[in-house]
T-cell receptor
C-alpha cells in the first residue's frame, strides 16, 4: 500500500515549456487534490476532483489544467511554464468520515522554472 | 473567504522547552487538522479535532479545538530535536465541500 505517489520528484523547466505532473493513489479514495506550497503561504489549492469524471478550480488555477484519468490518477499540466510557477506541488487524496474528512499527501514535486 | 492565521511563524527553542502554536480564525470550522511536514516530504496528518472544546493527546503533543470551533492550539511538552519541522493547521468549512483551508505554517527548530 504505497498511499499517494507523485512523479517526478524534481523538475527544471525553461519558460514556455510544458509538462505534466503525475499523481496516483491506491486507497480507493474518491476525491483528489493538487496544491502548491510557497514559503510563508501554506498550501494553496490549485484544482480538485470530487470524484472520477469531475474537476473544479481551487484558489489558484490560472496557468494549470488537470485530468482525472480514472479513480486512481489525477494529473496536473502546465501548458506554458512561467517563473511564477516555481514551487513545490503536492497531490492529496481524501477519505470522508461521518463528520469530517482527512487528506493524505504525496511526497511532492519540486519544480523550478528558469 | 475563510482564513486561518497561525502564530508564531517561526520558533527556535532548546531541547526540553515547552511551546504552543496557535491557529486562529474569525470563521467556524466543522473540523480542524494538524499536520507535520519534514523537509523534502509531504505533510503528514497528526490529528483531527471535531467537537468544540475537544482535547486530544499524542505522546508529548496536546491539541485543543476552541469551544466555538474557530481556533485551535498545539502544545508540545519537553520538545525534542525530532519535533523539528513545519506544523500546519487546516480547517474544514461547514459547507462540506471537501476542501481544506490551510494556515501559513509554523516552522519549529528544536536545538539539542
Amino acid at each position: 500500500n504505497a498511499g499517494v505517489t507523485q512523479t517526478p520528484k524534481f523538475q527544471v523547466l525553461k519558460t514556455g515549456q510544458s509538462m505534466t505532473l503525475q499523481c496516483a493513489q491506491d486507497m480507493n479514495h474518491n476525491s483528489m487534490y493538487w496544491y502548491r506550497q510557497d514559503p510563508g503561504m501554506g498550501l494553496r489549492l490549485i484544482y480538485y476532483s470530487a470524484s472520477e469524471g469531475t474537476t473544479d478550480k481551487g484558489e489558484v488555477p490560472n496557468g494549470y489544467n488537470v485530468s482525472r484519468l480514472n479513480k486512481r490518477e489525477f494529473s496536473l499540466r502546465l501548458e506554458s511554464a512561467a517563473p511564477s510557477q516555481t514551487s513545490v506541488y503536492f497531490c492529496a487524496s481524501r477519505v470522508a468520515f461521518d463528520s469530517y474528512n482527512e487528506q493524505f499527501f504525496g511526497p511532492g514535486t519540486r519544480l523550478t522554472v528558469l | 473567504t475563510q482564513l486561518l492565521e497561525q502564530s508564531p511563524q517561526f520558533l527556535s527553542i532548546q531541547e526540553g522547552e515547552n511551546l504552543t502554536v496557535y491557529c486562529n480564525s474569525s470563521s467556524v470550522f466543522s473540523s480542524l487538522q494538524w499536520y507535520r511536514q519534514e523537509p523534502g516530504e509531504g505533510p503528514v496528518l497528526l490529528v483531527t479535532v471535531v467537537t468544540g472544546g475537544e482535547v486530544k493527546k499524542l505522546k508529548r503533543l496536546t491539541f485543543q479545538f476552541g469551544d466555538a470551533r474557530k481556533d485551535s492550539s498545539l502544545h508540545i511538552t519537553a520538545a525534542q530535536p525530532g519535533d523539528t519541522g513545519l506544523y500546519l493547521c487546516a480547517g474544514a468549512p461547514p459547507s462540506n465541500t471537501g476542501k481544506l483551508i490551510f494556515g501559513q505554517g509554523t516552522t519549529l527548530q528544536v536545538k539539542p
